[in-house]
């Protein structure tokens, strides 16, 4: 279903610290050029001084600065992300409070699809928008995955980076639109990628819970054969329904889950490399970040502008598969 939707502002925070392919090769005692040749990354982002939520307060800046809104235009906060900055209250109160925007002048809640969060944002968002429940919407992902990362093993941990990104929605004007939009989720592949402590089921303060179950552990190969099983069909119907040619695509912006990853959504699917948007190389993953890190650093360097047609997709652990259309 077709909403008119505008991201009036745009805007991402990287931390300081770069972490190099070369330093996590010495870590774990790898030949660099092992790691380098498996991830395609040559450095990733490291929240050391920062939080999930300075780096929140940082994009948000940023994307109310490009939309040229003050914060009391904002009706509504969500911060879309798999990791929340702690477990109660919501990341958006504790955004609200952090950026000083007026107490009760909007309400939060967050969101959290794990890398899809972002998407899910965009697709609910958007009729709550249409049909005039908020005016004037911050959604922001912010994610500091590195602190959940295994110590012990460096084919997942090298894969990963921490980020931010926000946009500011409001109602199109009939040039800017979410043309349509869809997600679907496998949940007999739901024990492929897990952080298994955190919940009621594993509490911090239970005897039974090991360090080992708040790290990130995924069975790559296994999530990566699940994933393609799937995509190429969803997302050739998915435009088929929608009605628009690859051709007619002016950026496809996939999740950056890994170099394979990305470079199997352009082959399988039959765009050109020109069509993709990518920053995995200096970036990695950034769970839910990535894809709208991506399109702010796109949308800076001029590769989008206003009325291209993009396509945003990806997958998420569930598993679930989900694609966006645009037109910006």
Request: hydrophobic letters at 45%.
């Amino acid at each position: 279903m077709q909403f008119p939707l505008r991201i009036a502002g745009i805007g991402a925070y990287v931390p300081a610290t770069i972490v190099t392919t070369s330093e996590l090769a010495e870590r774990f005692g790898v030949d660099p050029s092992i790691i380098e040749r498996t991830t395609g990354i040559t450095e990733r982002r490291y929240a050391v001084e920062e939080t999930a939520l300075t780096m929140a307060v940082q994009a948000s800046q940023q994307a109310l600065a490009d939309a040229k809104y003050e914060l009391d235009s904002i009706d509504l906060i969500v911060v879309a992300a798999a990791g929340m900055h702690q477990y109660i209250p919501c990341t958006a109160a504790l955004l609200q409070k952090a950026l000083q925007a007026p107490a009760g002048r909007s309400a939060c809640f967050d969101l959290n699809a794990t890398c899809l969060s972002f998407l899910f944002g965009l697709q609910l968002l958007a009729p709550l928008i249409a049909s005039g429940v908020y005016q004037r919407v911050l959604l922001v992902s912010t994610e500091r995955a590195s602190v959940a990362l295994n110590p012990n093993e460096w084919q997942s941990t090298a894969l990963f980076g921490d980020a931010a990104a926000a946009v500011i929605l409001e109602r199109g004007d009939g040039s800017s639109s979410l043309e349509r939009s869809q997600f679907t989720t496998w949940s007999n592949g739901s024990d492929l990628i897990q952080i298994r402590g955190g919940g009621s089921n594993q509490h911090p303060n239970a005897a039974t819970t090991t360090p080992d179950m708040n790290w990130f552990s995924m069975q790559g190969p296994l999530a990566f054969r699940f994933v393609f099983r799937e995509l190429q069909e969803f997302v050739k119907q998915f435009l088929l329904d929608l009605g628009w040619q690859n051709h007619e695509v002016d950026a496809l912006i996939p999740h950056q889950a890994n170099r394979h990853a990305i470079e199997q959504v352009q082959v399988r699917l039959g765009f050109t490399a020109d069509q993709v948007i990518s920053n995995f190389a200096k970036r990695g993953n950034c769970v839910a970040a990535s894809i709208p890190l991506a399109l702010a650093e796109a949308v800076a360097e001029g590769r989008i502008q206003r009325g291209n047609r993009l396509v945003l997709l990806g997958s998420g652990a569930g598993i679930t598969l989900g694609v966006v259309a645009l037109i910006y």
